[in-house]
């Protein structure tokens, strides 16, 4: 699990596993922004991660994200 609360500017850009309790479909993105209530990770962009941040951000709860190592 990420923690909005310890979310800082250097972590724009990570990459994050979406890994929902209810389902078995992982997926990976990039965190672009966040609120008090959703970390907004962009999954799709059509392969261009350079530029992740022109593509619009997926409102995650933070229960279901973590980092990928590496």
Known sequence: MIKIKDLTKD???K??????SHSNNN?????KSWSKLFIFVVYK???????FEDYTGCATT???LKFVEG
């Open 11 to 13: 972590d724009i850009g």
């Open 15 to 20: 990459w994050v596993l979406y890994k929902p």
């Open 27 to 31: 997926e990976l993105g990039r965190i």
């Open 45 to 51: 962009c059509d392969n261009n991660w350079d530029r």
């Open 62 to 64: 933070e229960n279901d």
